[in-house]
């Protein structure tokens, strides 16, 4: 009994001074202690040697040993597991790495950037205003004054902390922004985001988006203006598309127009896109009225322009069929990412 006490007393500062390295000796520890023919196993074989009266308590100095063996074993285990991981995290640089969803371009911007493309190739710069807009680069700078009935085209948000200020209701605020700042020769598009006060509907919002273009510089006719608008529907539609002119009236713009394609939903025979017409509407248009053009003191007499305002919405209609406003702001993503785009 006395030779087995001392024998466990070694065992244990064997033990205690172990330090844990690696898999294959905490497998060689594991058979030595805990194996079946291992040192635990024997030291219980050597029950049937210690007299009666002394089992209980070498039974328990057994017990205590057996649980101190094992818990060695189990931090021994953990630790082999971590630097097992942490070596392979730091060390394989060849493992692949975690493959991150891509998301997909709502089809407003997609529509938008390949606007821009277009227009780039034709010289045109992209330049940007408010939407928080203030009454003259929205109204009166584009020959809108105070009561003028052309403002109640446009059912416009005001901003209650001051009663000149609105979110803008067209991107021809920033035509007026850039003419403050810049002379001609101008050659810009404005796309960007404009509010009004309509109850929203499939075919209504109280926010849309528009793409403004401005071209001022000596020379410029209304025939610039129809090739530069051709050339644009040539190059989002196809070659095939048919444009007409039907004249119209904007107060900053002098002569003006609206122009229609022929409808892409239905190819000109008739749907509820064109309203049985054959035709849609997706801008308006005109040569920049010379008053327009001397509130910002550029000489009317030796510079004409021409500008437009396209409804990118529209444009998003009649290229991918989406026929209801509202989805466009419902981030439904089963909508949203079946949108794919040459740009
Ligand atoms: N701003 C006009 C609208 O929102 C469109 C337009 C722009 C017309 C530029 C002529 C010239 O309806």
Request: without cysteine; aromatic residues 8%.
């Given at each position: 009994m006395e030779q087995l006490l001392q024998q466990i007393e070694a065992y244990k500062q064997e033990i205690a001074a172990i330090v844990p390295n690696g898999a294959d000796s905490l497998e060689a520890y594991r058979i030595k202690f805990?194996?079946?023919?291992g040192i635990v196993k024997n030291l219980f074989g050597e029950m049937r040697n210690v007299p009666n009266d002394k089992k209980k308590e070498f039974g328990q100095i057994l017990n205590e040993f057996k649980q101190f063996a094992e818990a060695k074993y189990e931090e021994w285990k953990q630790s082999t597991a971590i630097s097992h991981q942490s070596s392979k995290n730091e060390i394989d640089l060849t493992l692949p790495g975690n493959a991150l969803p891509l998301g997909t371009r709502h089809p407003i911007s997609l529509v938008r950037n390949e606007i821009v493309h277009i227009f780039g190739r034709l010289g045109f710069s992209v330049a940007e205003g408010p939407e928080i807009e203030d009454d003259w680069h929205n109204f009166t700078a584009l020959n809108?004054?105070?009561?003028?009935?052309?403002?109640?085209?446009q059912d416009t948000f005001y901003i209650?902390?001051?009663?000149?200020?609105?979110?803008?209701?067209?991107?021809?605020?920033v035509q007026a922004r850039v003419m403050e700042k810049q002379k001609p020769p101008i050659r810009i598009i404005c796309p960007g985001r404009v509010y009004r006060n309509e109850t929203i509907s499939a075919r209504a919002h109280c926010f849309f988006h528009q793409t403004e273009g401005l071209y001022v510089d000596e020379n410029v006719s209304f025939a610039d203006l129809k090739q530069t608008l051709y050339f644009f529907v040539q190059e989002m539609f196809g070659k095939d598309v048919k444009i007409r002119f039907r004249p119209s009236y904007f107060?900053?713009?002098?002569p003006s127009a609206e122009m229609d394609i022929n409808c892409r939903i239905c190819g000109g025979v008739g749907c509820n896109v064109c309203k049985h017409t054959g035709w849609v509407e997706i801008l308006g248009s005109g040569m920049v009225h010379p008053k327009m053009l001397e509130n910002f003191g550029i000489d009317s007499n030796k510079y004409t322009g021409f500008a437009f305002g396209m409804g990118i919405e529209r444009i998003c209609q009649l290229k991918?069929?989406?026929?209801?406003?509202?989805l466009y702001s419902q981030n439904d993503v089963r909508f949203l990412k079946q949108f794919t785009s040459a740009v």
């Open positions: 805990l194996g079946t023919k809108l004054p105070e009561n003028h009935p052309a403002r109640d085209m209650n902390q001051n009663p000149d200020w609105l979110l803008r209701t067209h991107t021809s605020s107060p900053f713009t002098e991918y069929r989406i026929n209801d406003l509202r």
